[in-house]
């Protein structure tokens, strides 16, 4: 009862929160408690004086200027993966982290005994922001966009449909130091919704070879195994028959033959009958105990897992991944397989939040598209050493991309891109731990400086700044470069 007071108390200043214009604030469990989290900042409140408090503060109110530019602006995404993106409806704000809450468990504890558990399927579909806009354009089967073979669903390869949501465009602000553009300034993804709406701004604008697939989170999603492993520390049901039979314990009566010696008979084992239930009693204790103590460590082990599963942080921006959010996968859109399948044949795949894999897509375009201005001066430059700032300043550049050569957009977890590999066997890696950190580095910098320096559009965007080391800059263009689809998974 006195859960279910606090819980209403905290919904109902929620609801007066959001309406007051705050539709990225929202409540999330933790533990036993309930707290506010404010997902413009990532910041939790752990009670109602705090969460005014940070809603005036300064930090807050600059993440909200850069929000008000890119992400609460004219047509806004229709996700929500609690870490860049939100719901920013006040229709149903009493729902706002229910029914993520009802998500996270997989464990049963049944009435009858404390001591019987059962793996559960708790994972009920919950539909997403996503899934509700095209469900409601796209309500028959057969308008399914795409039809993805061997997906990993509860522990099994199923062909996977597919509906396309939306178009992103990828565009970039190049920047002049010489003579040629040789640098990028800002890189981002503003998103254009449906197709139609899209092919009309964007004519000429090539599709991108990766798509995003997105996913109702539970944390069973493209992981094989997971409840066997669980299941497997449970307490087993011959244990349970033990116990109950050390506890009985075996007592059997002496016959007597004759009324004669039934005195005799007494008095003669009654010695023996305290000295052998003194030393079963010793030793179905000792054995009792140890049982309960393996008990007690299972479950201990149990919980642990159970805890781990459920706190599962993205790879990329280190942040957990909330039962019921949104999450993506990369999907190779020229082989149409989900990129980590080439580096594993159990179908397994990494999914991250919604925004961490646009983020990532955007991080490797810029790479890309750097090595191919950047490398081939390198190459052809002069023999001659010039002494100076813009020499260092390239020369930096220079080794910055020459040392993340990036060829396509990959999986940051696994480093698979989804190709098609000869005789089966798995892809290569391309890039190191050591540089894939880098780059998780350099993607976080460069969201820093977005939030603080966007750029200004028609449309809601997310996106890197990357100010330039040199201040000579001649000129500046944005150029569109391709346009990315976006897929919900039925």
């Not at 930090?59 to 229709?78: F, I």
Request: charged residues 30%; glycine residues 6%; proline residues 4%.
């Amino acid at each position: 009862m006195a859960t279910d007071l606090r819980e209403q108390s905290v919904r109902k200043i929620l609801r007066a929160v959001r309406s007051q214009g705050h539709p990225y604030v929202e409540v999330r469990s933790n533990g036993k408690k309930f707290i506010y989290f404010c997902n413009l900042c990532l910041a939790p409140c752990y009670s109602d004086d705090v969460l005014y408090d940070h809603l005036k503060g300064i930090l807050h109110k600059q993440r909200l200027d850069s929000a008000k530019v890119t992400l609460l602006g004219a047509n806004p995404w229709p996700f929500n993966d609690g870490i860049v993106f939100f719901d920013t409806s006040t229709e149903n704000d009493e729902e706002v982290g229910s029914k993520s809450d009802k998500q996270i468990r997989f464990l049963n504890f049944s009435d009858n005994d404390g001591n019987d558990l059962a793996i559960v399927n708790f994972f009920e579909p919950v539909q997403s922001d996503a899934q509700l806009s095209s469900t409601n354009e796209k309500p028959e089967d057969d308008d399914c966009t795409m039809i993805i073979p061997g997906v990993l669903i509860e522990d099994e390869p199923v062909d996977l449909k597919v509906r396309e949501v939306g178009l992103g465009k990828i565009a970039a602000r190049f920047f002049k130091v010489g003579d040629a553009f040789d640098g990028i300034r800002r890189v981002w993804c503003e998103w254009l919704g449906n197709e139609n709406n899209g092919q009309q701004d964007c004519a000429g604008v090539q599709d991108h070879d990766f798509g995003v697939v997105i996913f109702s989170y539970n944390y069973a999603l493209g992981r094989i195994g997971l409840l066997a492993d669980v299941k497997s520390l449970l307490p087993s049901a011959s244990m349970s028959e033990l116990e109950n039979t050390g506890d009985s314990g075996p007592k059997r009566k002496t016959p007597l033959s004759d009324p004669e010696d039934s005195s005799d008979s007494l008095s003669n084992k009654c010695d023996s009958y305290v000295e052998s239930s003194s030393v079963s009693n010793n030793a179905t204790g000792g054995l009792t105990l140890t049982r309960l103590i393996s008990m007690k460590s299972e479950r201990k082990e149990l919980r642990r897992k159970q805890r781990l599963a459920a706190e599962k942080m993205c790879n990329i921006c280190q942040q957990k991944m909330v039962a019921g959010k949104d999450v993506a996968a990369f999907l190779n859109l020229k082989t149409r397989k989900i990129a980590c399948n080439s580096r594993n044949g159990s179908r397994a795949f990494h999914v991250f939040h919604v925004s961490c894999v646009i983020h990532w897509i955007l991080l490797c375009e810029f790479h890309i598209i750097t090595d191919r201005l950047v490398l081939p001066k390198v190459r052809r430059g002069p023999k001659k050493k010039i002494v100076g700032n813009s020499n260092q300043t390239r020369k930096g550049n220079d080794m910055e991309a020459a040392e993340a050569h990036i060829k396509s957009v990959f999986c940051p977890e696994c480093s698979g891109s989804g190709i098609m590999v000869d005789g089966g066997r798995r892809e290569l890696k391309d890039l190191t731990i050591s540089k894939i950190f880098k780059l998780k580095i350099k993607s976080c910098d460069g969201r820093k400086e977005w939030i603080k320096s966007p750029e200004v559009l028609q449309n809601c965007s997310i996106g890197f700044h990357f100010p330039p080391r040199s201040e000579d800059i001649v000129q500046e263009k944005v150029e569109p470069i391709k346009l990315l689809h976006f897929y919900h998974a039925d």
